[in-house]
């Protein structure tokens, strides 16, 4: 659902770089503001180098207010998620019971950004930007986590790796990547300082655990988000926690700090969490699904491994979100009938013993969605699956078009 909107609004949230500044005589940085030019040049040599890209032109940095701000975010909101895509994805979440109806997406996310934004990387214009009611003493690591998305942008266009046609899922995983690779640098060099000496995170085991407290601590620290709908919460957060923990295996498993903007980018929410091989062709690929209804189709996405999860969750407990273990790619229509909106929901298993499982978790708890609701056992182009149906929307057919590409 959200990974139009999230990735909308990505921006909220190495020696060849001292070659540029100290030899060649071109500034690192461009900024009106003495203070956020001094602090970021001194920044981005090490940061350059701790994320393993190349800065290959200066950044333009500056402050804005928090009205320049919210004008900002509706803008984005109405290029990212127009109102009628926002009231699809609101209606389709609303019958799998993950938000109350008549949720105004649009409004939700503008507030719940609101209260946290201290900073923010604009790939349109590529440019920083920091709010100019930050406390000084925050804002050397406000710069250090937005610096680094400006290196990734010169390496890798985040537009493109965030974009729309990509599908929920996919935007999301890609998210969690830049996320994840920003709040890992971060920390090393936040540590760094505290240490007094240079710190390669990536050799501390699980040190993503360690940190997943202080990042969980989101949930409570901004009223607006604690007060958001579990899928919110976790499609914000998913970002940071997971992926995090995802850069920290990448940089563990595979030689020197090699960018995850690459070939390297995780196409599912699964790639991030699931663990096991990391490099494509080794690693278990999603397949795309297309599904074709009997009646018109108003909307359609991928709701993914992340959310299959949430939605268990918020239907069962906890603990049932294993039941999501074993997703190979999904996509859900909405449709509009005579007796108002349904959906179909396709998932592609891995495995019998993946489909079965999910079915007799989900089954007992069909009861708890708003309209009724049915799951059956089914196979997609001989990929054993699941189809569940909210309310009545008509024979709606999956077909495999292949693995998800790059």
Known sequence: MLGALLAGLTAFSLACTRHLSEESGVALVVSED?????????????????????????????RRSRPELMRYLRIQLDEELPPDEAAAIAQSYSLLGLIPEGTDLRELMLSVYTEQISGFYDPDSTALFVMDDQPAEDLRTVLVHE????????????????????????????????????????????????????????????????????????????????????????????????GTAFIQRLWEDMDGRPSPLTELLPLSTEQVTAGGPLAPGARDEPVELHLVGERAVRYTNTLGAMETAVLLQELVDAD????????????????????????????????????????????????????????????VDGLPATLLEIGRPGEVTAHVTGPVMP
């Open 34 to 62: 003495p203070e956020l030019r001094r602090l970021a040049a001194e920044l981005l040599p090490e940061l350059a180098t701790r994320s393993g890209l190349e800065l290959t032109a200066p950044v333009r940095v500056a």
């Open 320 to 379: 049932a979100a294993e039941a999501a273990r074993g997703w190979g790619g999904d996509r859900y229509a909405l449709v509009d009938t005579p007796n108002g909106p349904a959906l179909a929901w396709w998932i592609v298993w891995d495995d019998q013993v993946a489909r079965d499982r999910f079915m007799a978790t989900l089954g007992p708890a069909l009861g708890q969605l708003p309209e009724p609701a049915r799951v059956a056992a089914g196979e």
């Open 147 to 242: 610096l680094v998305h400006a290196v990734q942008d010169q390496a890798a266009n985040l537009d493109s790796l965030t974009s729309r046609e990509r599908g929920n899922d996919r935007q999301t995983a890609a998210l969690a990547a830049i996320e994840g690779h920003a709040t890992l640098v971060m920390f090393e060099y936040v540590t760094s300082q505290l240490r007094g000496g240079s710190v390669d995170l990536s050799e501390i085991p699980d040190f993503a655990a360690r940190i997943r407290p202080a990042l969980q601590g989101m949930r409570t620290q901004y009223p607006v988000l604690a007060d958001a709908p579990l899928v919110i919460q976790e499609a914000i957060l998913f970002p940071y926690l997971e």
